[in-house]
């Protein structure tokens, strides 16, 4: 600052007037301007005269308040530089005459930034106490309730900050940048014991127990002069587990680092928070990219916070089962007795244990899943940590997938400036290569960690050819051949030696003939048996068990074989190098695929575990026939490809695959009509189930509309149902029973059963929509009598919603609930997980309509959004949400009611009106509860009005409004409403966690 005031309000006041590089202390001749100036400051606003007297002089006469007042501006005036205030007969600010800058300016800056040592040091030097810390003013108890205010809202920023650091910190395992925090806290509030508590973890974590201990008897001392307390059951339990370890020091069994990690700190947080989430953890990701590195780090870094130790175990891909049971209890040195099976010794030592284990997996024996999976629920104290080229089976696990390291974010970014780069510098460095600081190397490095991806192992080995070529060749080389990349370090492992240097090497020992087998086994994406390789690309149980042994094909846990992925990509060079790219192959992989679906599907997917381990190919298969314009094979798997997705709820995972079909097929299109037609009512329907109706709606006009079905083929009535319920769920309701007027009628007159009662279901639905419940239970009851009656599992289940909707409806609330019952155990009972969702949110509808407390609404709508979301059912979740938003605001928390009606909003599609009216409706009796009627009655009579309400909403409706003593207006409402309610919503809900 060349010239303005430099103004310190943290701790003692001061104001310096800074000239020149000159700076001058100002002296005030009376608190009072002080007290004028430091508010001006804070509000950076023009004030009322009125409510600086109400401030300094609220007990004096109003004329000798003006008096003071005026005295004092006087006084100020004259104390600050010419025009820098500026004061009128009606109010008072700082002029802009002059820059003003305060060191509580300074601090929420550096608050708005998260914590780094430097700014800690920053905000440590700025904060010299609270503010205006012993400034006082007698007989201006306002003023002080103001700067009480601030000071406490200024200490709460600093804490949360400080706390926020400390956990960066503890996820990261730098412990000495949270002990500095830490002790900046303690000084700030002593009294806090659960800063002590934290800042003695972290004397121990780096060691140091005994000046932990030390720490808390200073801690005793200060709890009780400060607050008069002992210290509490945290703290105690704390130093008894630090006696405990000052006596025993943690066993740590782990190899030493292979050298600094670079770039993996973010990868270090989220690992250290999803331990404090998940008692076991996977690291996933495909080989080199640095999982090792980072477990054993995270290792080192941690080592103190397991009691009872820390342990590595490197697990072979050839590992057994019972030799990895051996290996562990050598590891933990866990005595085996005869008689005694070494599985028990182990799980009872691990009982008994807070400890920490670590598994790196090059593979994963077969049964070691069940055996973590027994083990988990029973060592309840015991943490793992696994390295593992795929995802584990095991319910208890979660996953966090490892990429490359970030590469550049330009071509001429210097390497110091991205991970990626980092690495390869540090690499680089430790052979004795210094990379030139010039764009073009700067270009080659980027060029370079682009090319590998990020991948630590690839970008050491490519620091290695730094001996042979500089970095600017190096980066063209690697752009033609990615063989370059071999070294010979003897510490490492062979299998990290070379991204391709296994793969070749065993490549070339094999024989022709099993040459030419693994190439053909790339078409595989999954699992596959024997038998499969046999029948689909002729490869003969013998040269599997070879290529077993040469470890290019591995077994599955499970049974069967696979291949790593990254050999797999390997494989498909040599398949996509034969002299027809591999077609003939890939040809009967997609057929193959295809008819195991169309089996499961034609056993009514009752034995979808045989499915399960072949997904990946189908879905390969999917994307191939597509690709190849292969109508014959898309056409026979359309339906049971759709009916397996809508099975599973995986709705969003199907509309994905389907709709990457219609593009990959949109040229392919005149070739065949009628399959075009059916692929686009299929994506629609899909579509629709995933609440994106603004993309389903026009697949499905086009799909229905473009003349290529037969009108009476079942087809085509299947296309009317999506195409009625699409009018429906966008709010034309007149249109929607139109159409699936026509579908019901044409199924009736052909006798097509499945269309019959997919009509039926959706018309019946829309009746009850649409308020017209008594044409609803005769067409549901016809419905479910259907069903039954050809064993339409689906169709049963929502005729059972339906029914109990409508009873509910028109006031039989028992046997509404009973169907409605019925419907929820028979979704869960079929596995038909759509049907237990509507199920869950009618009964969570039906309860609140009753008056129900709360707690039992709750639980319906929890349970509903949690499998709502799951499936990808956003209208479905939307719904669910507005009754737990309901359940929130009867158990009195009303910012959380609303915090989730907000949330549920924010999930639709503009084209949801319905839903959307749903949610407004929820809102309105959400209002009418907090006396807002205004609200409540505008909202509710826009609901009542709306030519896209459905009918229990219109009732719902009008039923509030009676409550409030209101009526519906007559005018139609305005459908942009809609973005005025979206508006007022969040305010809302902003303005209360403001307050809160």
């Known amino acids: 600052m060349d010239e303005g005031l430099d103004v310190c309000l943290l701790g003692w006041p001061e104001v310096r007037w800074v000239r020149a590089g000159q700076r001058q202390t100002l002296t005030f001749p009376s608190l009072k301007s002080q007290a004028i100036l430091y508010y001006l400051l804070v509000t ?78 920053a905000v440590q030097n700025l904060y010299r106490g609270d503010f205006l810390e012993g400034f006082h003013i007698a007989e201006a108890s306002e003023f002080a309730h103001w700067r009480s205010l601030e000071a406490e809202h200024l200490r709460v920023c600093l804490l949360e900050w400080l706390h926020a650091g400390v956990e960066r910190a503890f ?63 945290p703290l105690q339990h704390l130093v008894r587990r630090l006696r405990a370890l000052h006596d025993r020091p943690p066993v740590f069994r782990v190899p030493p680092l292979p050298g600094p990690l670079v770039g993996r ?119 793992v940590l696994v390295a593992a080229p795929r995802p584990l089976n095991i319910h208890a696990a979660w996953h966090l997938p490892l990429a490359g390291l970030p590469g550049p974010p330009e071509d001429e970014a210097p390497p110091a400036s991205y991970p990626a780069g980092r690495l390869f510098q540090r690499a680089a460095q430790r052979l004795g290569h210094r990379l030139p600081d010039t764009p073009g190397s700067h270009r080659a490095v980027a060029q370079i960690c682009r090319r590998l991806d990020g991948l630590p192992m690839a970008l050491e080995m490519a620091a290695a050819q730094l001996r042979r070529w500089n970095v600017t060749t190096l980066a063209r080389m690697l752009e033609q051949n990615l063989d370059l990349l071999a070294a010979s370090w003897p510490d490492r492992p062979s299998r990290h030696r070379s991204v391709r240097a296994l793969f070749q090497h065993t490549w070339r020992a094999l024989p022709p003939e099993l040459q030419q087998a693994f190439v053909r086994l790339a078409v595989f994406r999954g699992v596959f048996s024997a038998r499969d390789a046999q029948r689909v690309l002729d490869v003969g149980e013998a040269a599997l068990r070879e290529l077993v042994v040469s470890g290019l094909v591995r077994r599955a846990p499970r049974g069967g074989f696979v291949l790593h992925q990254v050999l797999r990509a390997f494989a498909r060079e040599g398949l996509e190098a034969l002299p027809d790219g591999g077609r003939a192959w890939q040809e009967r992989h997609a057929r193959f695929s295809f008819d195991l679906l169309a089996d499961c599907a034609a056993r009514g997917f009752e034995d979808e575990a045989r499915l399960e381990d072949r997904l990946p190919d189908v879905r390969a298969a999917w994307l191939w026939a597509a690709r190849e314009g292969l109508w014959t094979e898309v056409k026979r798997v359309l339906v049971p490809w759709h009916r397996f997705h809508e099975r599973r709820g995986w709705y969003a995972e199907g509309a994905r695959l389907f709709q990457q079909a219609v593009a990959a097929l949109r040229s392919h299109r005149d070739r065949d009509p009628e399959g075009w037609a059916l692929l686009l009512l299929h994506t629609a329907a899909l579509l629709l189930r995933n609440g994106r109706l603004a993309e389903a709606l026009p697949l499905a006009e086009e799909g229905v509309q473009g003349g290529a079905l037969d009108p009476d083929a079942p087809a085509r009535l299947f296309g009317l149902n999506v195409l009625g319920v699409l009018y429906v769920h966008t709010g034309d309701f007149a249109r929607g029973i139109q159409v699936l007027q026509e579908a019901v009628e044409r199924a009736r007159r052909v006798g097509a059963s499945g269309e019959h009662i997919k009509g039926l279901v959706n018309l019946g639905s829309t009746y009850l929509r649409a308020g017209r419940y008594q044409d609803a239970i005769p067409v549901l009851k016809e ?128 084209r949801s009106v319905p839903t959307r009216l749903y949610l407004v409706l929820q809102a309105a009796c959400l209002w009418a509860r907090e006396g807002k009627r205004e609200q409540a009655v505008r909202w509710a009579a826009y609901v009542g009005r709306h030519p896209s309400a459905e009918g229990h909403l219109v009732d719902r409706a009008v039923q509030l409004l009676r409550r409030l003593g209101a009526s519906a207006p007559e005018a139609d409402p305005d459908p942009g409403d809609l973005d005025a309610f979206s508006s007022l919503l969040r305010p809302d809900v902003s303005s209360r966690f403001r307050v809160k």
């Open 171 to 233: 996820h990261r395992g730098l412990w000495r940048e949270a002990e500095q925090v830490l002790r900046f806290m303690v000084r700030l509030e002593p009294w806090r014991e659960d800063f002590h508590v934290r800042l003695m973890e972290t004397l121990a974590w780096q060691g140091r127990v005994s000046a932990a201990l030390k720490h808390y008897e200073t801690c005793r001392t200060v709890l009780q002069q400060e607050v008069g307390l002992s210290p509490g059951p």
């Open 44 to 121: 950076r606003r023009p004030v009322a005269r009125e409510r600086l007297m109400a401030l300094l002089w609220p007990d004096v006469p109003p004329k000798r308040a003006q008096a003071s007042l005026r005295t004092a501006l006087y006084q100020l005036q004259r104390t600050l530089p010419e025009g820098a205030l500026h004061a009128d007969r009606r109010c008072v600010m700082l002029a802009d005459r002059y820059p003003w800058e305060t060191d509580v300016d300074r601090l929420l800056r550096l608050l708005a930034q998260p914590l780094t040592p430097s700014r800690f040091r």
């Open 265 to 383: 700190e973010e990868e270090m947080a989220r690992l250290s928070q999803a331990l404090q989430a998940a008692r076991f953890v996977v690291l996933v990701g495909p080989g080199g990219v640095g999982k090792t590195h980072l477990m054993l780090a995270f290792a080192h870094r941690h080592r103190r916070r397991f009691p009872d130790g820390v342990y590595y175990l490197d697990v072979a891909e050839d590992a057994t089962l019972d030799y990895l049971v051996d290996q562990l209890a050598s590891c933990l040195q866990v005595p085996l007795r005869p008689g005694t099976p070494p599985e028990d010794r182990v799980l009872a030592f691990l009982q008994g244990c807070e400890a920490l284990l670590l598994l790196d997996l090059t593979g994963v024996p077969e049964g070691m899943e069940a055996l973590l999976s027994r083990w988990l629920p029973r060592a309840s104290r015991l943490w």
């Open 783 to 910: 419905g479910l009598a259907l069903a039954r009656q050809v064993g339409d599992v689906p169709g049963e289940g929502f005729f059972l919603i339906n029914l109990g909707n409508g009873l509910a409806l028109v006031g039989a609330w028992e046997e509404g609930r009973r169907y409605l019952e019925a419907a929820r155990r028979w979704g869960r009972e079929h596995r038909v997980p759509n049907t237990e969702l509507h199920a869950l949110i009618s009964l969570a509808s039906l309860e609140g309509m009753r008056g129900d407390s709360g707690a039992q609404v709750a639980a319906y709508a929890q349970e509903a959004v949690a499998l709502a979301r799951e499936m990808g059912e956003r209208q479905a979740q939307a719904r669910g949400m507005a009754w737990l938003a309901w359940a929130y605001h009867v158990q009195q928390q009303p910012d959380k009611a609303w915090e989730v009606l907000e949330e549920a909003w924010r999930l639709l599609d503009s």
